[in-house]
């Protein structure tokens, strides 16, 4: 097989203890050996991430579940069932031994199948769960090509799979189905609507930028570029006259000093590209990004939710 030999060369590094980009189908991971101490360590350190956030586990197979997690309700079985490999994270009662470098000193774990050939063939050699955050630093946009992870990374990985660009282009869909009712932590491109129609029963949201959950992914300054980012909508843009680029979903006309930036109409459409235009943009010193307000549909929630986060912490820095 054509990536058979840098496959192995990744799953070496793993095994002693190195760190490796791995694509995804939702970003790329700055992946470790889940059960290595030393090798976790060096992820916090590379991101600048505090030791209290957990981490999520990617296995191969859901039979491994069983070897990071406890008291599997069936739900979680119906959900893997459905939606592995993919874009869905399911937060667990952890098994014994799960390090706390993995769950943050939390009895629960974080884990997934990723749906990425690359991915998958690299869980099949190294036969472990491998822990892999988004491999950018702390706060910061998160890489959907094997470039942005180099430009975030480059000085602290040992080897970037280079797998194109992530077909989904934001993080997955986060679902707490360790006790109580099933709550989502992070929305991804896998709908609660989705999620419900799998098990049968409501999930609740906790999600609202600014909420105070223990979760990376839930700090208002995640997903930042350095440029100041503003929410607007086509009335409010139709009188904006200052310097600026706009993510466009519509073509209206403006004013000479903003650069249109023409994004997709359709919800997947725009998570892929999501990332890639504001890490782009972010680098050409405008003065300040404005973004096309997105509809209040279920399926652009994670983008909302995305888009909300990168706008919000300019006004807490
Ligand atoms: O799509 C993704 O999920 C990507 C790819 C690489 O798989 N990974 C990713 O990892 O986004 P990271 O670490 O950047 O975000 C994972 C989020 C963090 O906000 C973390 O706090 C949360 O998952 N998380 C992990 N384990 C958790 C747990 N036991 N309880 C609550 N939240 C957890
Ligand atoms: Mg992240």
């Keep these: 097989m054509l990536f058979s030999s840098v496959i192995q060369q990744a799953s070496e590094i793993l095994k002693q203890g190195g760190l490796v980009g791995i694509p995804t189908e939702t970003v790329y991971g700055l992946g470790a050996d889940a059960k290595n101490p030393d090798a976790l360590e060096k992820i916090f350190i590379a991101k600048g991430r505090p030791t209290d956030h957990p981490l999520i586990v990617h296995i191969a197979h859901p039979d491994q579940l069983t070897e990071w997690a406890r008291d599997i309700p069936e739900v979680a079985w119906q959900l893997a069932k459905t939606f592995w490999p993919g874009p869905l994270t399911l937060i667990l009662k952890k098994a014994p031994g799960v390090l706390d470098y993995i769950t943050?000193?939390?009895d629960t774990v974080g884990i997934r199948i990723p749906n990425h050939p690359i991915a998958l063939q690299l869980l099949?050699?190294?036969?472990?769960?491998?822990?892999?955050?988004?491999?950018?630093?702390f706060g910061r946009i998160s890489p959907t090509t094997a470039e942005a992870v180099r430009e975030e990374l480059g000085q602290s990985v040992d080897l970037i799979l280079d797998g194109g660009p992530c077909q989904v282009g934001v993080e997955s869909t986060i679902l707490d189905v360790s006790s109580g009712d099933p709550r989502v932590l992070r929305p991804g491109m896998i709908s609660s609507a989705q999620i419900e129609h799998i098990i049968g029963q409501l999930v609740?949201?906790?999600?609202s930028a600014g909420s105070a959950m223990r979760v990376s992914g839930c700090l208002e300054s995640h997903y930042a570029p350095r440029t100041p980012v503003k929410i607007v909508s086509l009335q409010e843009l139709?009188?904006?006259h200052q310097p600026g680029a706009v993510l466009l979903r519509h073509d209206i006309p403006l004013s000479s000093?903003?650069?249109k930036v023409n994004m997709p109409l359709g919800?997947?459409?725009y998570a892929h590209e999501l990332y890639a235009v504001l890490r782009a943009y972010d680098k050409q010193n405008f003065a300040c990004l404005l973004v096309e307000e997105v509809p209040?549909?279920?399926?652009?929630?994670?983008i909302r939710d995305r888009l909300q986060r990168a706008s919000a912490v300019r006004f807490e820095q």
Excluded: T
Aim: without cysteine; hydrophobic residues 45%; charged residues 20%.
């Design 104 to 106: 943050g000193h939390q």
């Design 124 to 137: 099949q050699a190294f036969r472990g769960g491998i822990a892999a955050p988004s491999a950018n630093k």
């Design 204 to 207: 609740v949201s906790v999600v």
């Design 238 to 240: 139709v009188e904006y």
């Design 257 to 259: 000093l903003l650069q």
């Design 267 to 269: 919800s997947a459409a």
């Design 296 to 302: 209040k549909d279920a399926e652009w929630d994670a």
